[in-house]
């Protein structure tokens, strides 16, 4: 069974910045995009950012462009998301995502998903 | 971006009955449509995409359909597993975004 295992969530101050990691085993993970959505406590989901199998694209939503980077080290098997400039309004769980796509297709589905890791932006 | 509106927020079902769950897009999406299950501490699960397709190991009393703007989730007879938040998630244009959520609930 597909695993993702989100790691580096915690409390961070405005402004500050902070990394996500996302280790993905059971699959091959150098076949698929992958996903980062996010959801704060208590709403709906949002979607953060993609990106394609072999790191050579990325979209993001524009509440995030030009303060996350999202990236991949295929031979380490793990997704990261850079988050700079952090604002009390990112604060959600973060979740990472396997595209339901799969041998260099992008579905922009995401069909696996790990369990999330708390990111907190207060003073 | 588009939006997706679903409806309603909360429904309100007893086990064994049917559930049906809407969502509308503000502008076409063809049928590039998910939908997903989220239970209470939990991820989202994949249940359908394509608008109808179900996901790997979904029961077949779930089922999606429609297109263009306007599509319904169904859930034939509700089992206990199954009273959670819905949501669905459309797939044409960038940014990727997802409706609201319709809560299911025991009546």
């Known amino acids: 069974q597909v695993q993702l295992v989100e790691s580096g969530g915690g409390v961070v101050q405005p402004g500050r910045s902070l990394r996500l990691s996302c280790a993905a085993s059971?699959?091959?993970?150098?076949?698929?995009?992958m996903h980062w959505v996010r959801q704060a406590p208590g709403k709906g989901l949002e979607w953060v950012a993609v990106i394609w199998y072999d790191g050579s694209n990325e979209y993001y939503a524009d509440s995030v462009k030009g303060r996350f980077t999202i990236s991949r080290d295929n031979s380490k098997n793990t997704l990261y998301l850079q988050m700079n400039s952090l604002r009390a309004d990112d604060t959600a769980v973060y979740y990472c995502a396997r595209d339901l796509g799969g041998f260099g297709e992008l579905y922009e589905v995401a069909d696996y998903w790990g369990q999330g890791t708390l990111v907190t932006v207060s003073s | 971006e588009i939006v997706m509106t679903q409806s309603p927020a909360t429904l309100s079902v007893s086990p064994g009955e049917r559930a049906t769950l809407s969502c509308r897009a503000s502008q076409s999406v063809s049928s590039n449509l998910a939908w997903y299950q989220q239970k209470p501490g939990q991820a989202p699960r994949l249940l359908i995409y394509?608008?109808?397709t179900r996901a790997t190991a979904i029961p077949a009393r779930f089922s999606g359909s429609g297109s263009g703007t306007e599509f319904t989730l169904t859930i034939s007879s509700l089992q206990s597993e199954d009273f959670a938040v819905y949501f669905c998630q459309q797939y044409n244009n960038w940014p990727l975004t997802f409706g609201g959520g319709t809560k299911v609930e025991i009546k």
């Open positions: 394509d608008a109808s």
């Open positions: 059971r699959f091959t993970f150098s076949r698929y995009g």
